[in-house]
């Protein structure tokens, strides 16, 4: 069955520095792949969308890439700030008319 | 402002009684979703409506029942059949299904006393 694992639960890193975020996906080959920032108790909101066709992304200070042969989506944010802190969720498309979501990571950017 | 509304935030149930969580949006998108966050699990699809008077199930269902009767109302009942039902529900809205961006709503935390 499809396996969608986000690299780490917790994610601590430097005001300034660039925070990566890794999302692998397994037996499945998904048509596009979004990401979404939630903070405690809120909905989630969405960041961006990648398509399979598409190596990299980028809005602002973030940047997506999606490796299809590694199964992989990289989330980039360079310039990290305390405003940052989130757990940021990944969703791969996991049919016609769903979306399998991560577990998700949470950024604590330290000033 | 155009947006998401779920009500209410947080919401405490006895055991084998019914409760329905409100979704209303004016974003005037035809798709809805309701999904269920537990801790340590990502969100799963409940139910799922693209079009007014039609709903699909999604992958955890059992328990559950939605009427999509307006286009900017999805109200989700849990039911006394639903084994687990505390946890933080969240309904969204999008255009064009999930390939495009989802709107969510601040989601409802139901209590099971």
């Known amino acids: 069955s499809q396996k969608i694992e986000q690299n780490s639960e917790a994610l601590n890193i430097q005001e300034g520095k660039t925070a990566t975020l890794t999302c692998n996906y397994t037996?499945?080959?998904?048509?596009?792949l979004q990401w979404y920032r939630q903070d405690p108790g809120r909905g989630p909101v969405f960041l961006l969308l990648i398509r399979e066709n598409e190596k990299e992304k980028r809005k602002e200070r973030l940047k997506v890439t999606f490796d299809t042969t590694l199964k992989q989506s990289l989330f980039h944010i360079t310039a990290s700030q305390p405003a940052d802190s989130a757990t940021y969720l990944c969703?791969?498309?996991?049919?016609?008319?769903?979306?399998?979501f991560g577990t998700g990571t949470r950024l604590t950017v330290i000033p | 402002d155009g947006g998401i509304t779920q009500s209410p935030k947080y919401l405490f149930r006895k055991e084998g009684q019914n409760v329905t969580l409100s979704c209303e949006q004016n974003?005037?998108?035809?798709?809805m979703y309701w999904y269920r966050q537990d801790p340590g699990q990502g969100l799963r699809l409940i139910y799922y409506s693209q079009i007014v008077n039609d709903f699909q199930k999604g992958d955890i269902a059992e328990g559950y029942s939605v009427s999509r009767e307006k286009k900017e109302s999805f109200p989700l009942t849990v039911t006394s059949a639903q084994k687990n039902p505390t946890a933080f529900y969240l309904c969204?809205?999008?255009?064009?299904?999930?390939?495009?961006?989802?709107?969510f709503g601040e989601g409802s935390r139901l209590t099971v006393l």
């Open positions: 037996n499945y080959s998904p048509a596009y």
């Open positions: 969204a809205s999008s255009v064009t299904g999930h390939t495009g961006e989802l709107f």
């Open positions: 969703a791969p498309q996991g049919g016609a008319n769903n979306l399998f």
């Open positions: 974003l005037n998108h035809d798709a």
